[in-house]
């Protein structure tokens, strides 16, 4: 083993494989050290739902604990792997409350600025996480959402993964998938988040079948992110055979001479794809 940690942060207990599995399989293929913190793992209070929390479990289609099967779920691909895993206890946004009322009452309140005291209590907490981390680990490369698709708790970890980086921190920040599928200015509206300052990129080939293999662990979370398991294979094969037109020049001329999207998918379809791949991001 290297001596040092590939740290990701991921605020759901999916996130991390959905944007980086493919990066995080390369990393343990090449016998290096990977931990995933999940940041948003803890289960809500007894009774407490409110009518969007409802509608969200009702989605994953599993009554009691949601929360505990999607932990389970998450230990079983991270260990499948020979990843650590650690979970803070804070709850999803969508179960989190001020004096019993919910901080986010319906699906667009997830998309905006997150309320000053809910930022103010959780980052000082995940702050100890990590310094607790790095106390027992060697020399840590933190990885952190940029934020893409502005879903409030990818903020709250993408302001994580500023403020640790300007404090030293060697850190990446990775395109947040599904949203940087979604939207065509996403990264560039991400990156104006983070202030004036300069980026370098690294795209990185991988496997793209470890990594659909990966998500098909999240059961509760297939159908509301990709409808359908043929779906699921078409959307991640096509995107990160997009992000790989930057290394891969037989991808970049089938984009090239593609007249339009439906033909480029056509051909992708029948004569197959060249190569797959996944992009990073840091601050110079």
């Not at 893409?148 to 920040?173: I, K, N, P, T, Y």
């Not at 988040?193 to 496997?207: H, L, N, Q, Y």
């Amino acid at each position: 083993m290297g001596e040092q940690v590939h740290l990701y942060l991921s605020p759901h207990l999916d996130d991390a494989i959905l944007s980086c599995g493919g990066l995080i399989h390369a990393q343990r293929q090449a016998g290096e050290q990977v931990g995933v913190l999940t940041l948003c793992a803890g289960s809500p209070a007894p009774n407490t739902l409110s009518a969007l929390a409802r509608r969200y479990e009702s989605a994953w289609g599993e009554s009691g604990d949601a929360m505990a099967l999607r932990r389970t779920e998450n230990a079983a691909v991270l260990s499948g792997w020979g990843v650590q895993g650690w979970e803070c206890d804070t709850p999803d946004s969508i179960y989190r409350t001020r004096g019993g009322a919910p901080y986010y009452e319906v699906r667009t309140d997830l998309f905006g600025e997150p309320p000053l005291a809910d930022a103010a209590s959780l980052l000082p907490i995940w702050e100890e996480w990590l310094g607790c981390l790095a106390g027992g680990l060697p020399g840590i490369v933190l990885y952190a959402p940029l934020g893409v698709g502005g879903h409030v708790d990818h903020e709250l970890a993408r302001r994580l993964g500023q403020r640790m980086s300007e404090r030293g921190w060697r850190a990446w920040f990775y395109e947040d998938y599904p949203y940087v599928e979604l939207e065509a200015d996403g990264v560039r509206a991400a990156h104006a988040r983070f202030g004036a300052c300069r980026w370098s990129t690294r795209t990185v080939p991988i496997d793209v079948q470890a990594k659909i293999e990966a998500l098909r662990g999240y059961q509760t979370q297939l159908g509301r992110v990709f409808g359908c398991d043929k779906d699921l294979v078409r959307r991640v094969k096509g995107f990160t055979a997009e992000t790989a037109c930057a290394i891969s020049r037989r991808e970049r001329l089938r984009r090239t001479l593609a007249p339009c999207d439906r033909r480029l998918r056509l051909w992708r379809r029948f004569l197959g794809f060249h190569a797959h791949a996944e992009r990073i991001w840091t601050r110079l």
